[in-house]
């Protein structure tokens, strides 16, 4: 499986960004597509994953800021962020996997990665 990840960039405070990505390959081989975090100097953290029966899974710290979507004929999944703080503020890596549902916010739920893309927002 290859994930193509796209979007990010600078924004202030209060502003927004989208980030999208796109799965190609062995699509069959996986039933999950999600976005994880890592901040300088942290470790990679969750921020969302959709299965592909529709159910998803957001973290708290974005629910009501982050809008996560899934196109299946594309096989896209896109994060819409609103409201940004400059806690948001990381590189945003694009998964995929077959997590169970116990494993599904944990990074060794997923076997493949994109190539992380950053997102920067200035106080």
């Known amino acids: 499986v290859q994930l193509q990840a796209s979007g990010g960039g600078s924004v202030q405070a209060g502003g927004s960004l989208g980030l999208s990505c796109a799965a190609s390959g062995s699509i069959g081989s996986i039933n999950a597509l999600g976005w994880y975090r890592q901040a300088p100097g942290k470790r990679r953290e969750f921020v969302a994953a959709v299965f592909s029966g529709g159910r998803t899974n957001v973290t708290d710290s974005v629910k009501g800021r982050f809008t996560f979507s899934r196109d299946n004929a594309k096989n896209t999944v896109n994060l819409q962020m609103n409201n940004l703080k400059p806690e948001d503020t990381a590189i945003y890596y694009c998964?995929?996997?077959?997590?169970?549902?116990?494993?599904?916010?944990?990074?060794?739920?997923?076997?493949?990665w994109g190539q992380g893309t950053q997102v920067t927002v200035s106080s």
């Open positions: 998964a995929a996997g077959r997590p169970i549902t116990s494993m599904m916010r944990r990074t060794s739920g997923y076997g493949y």
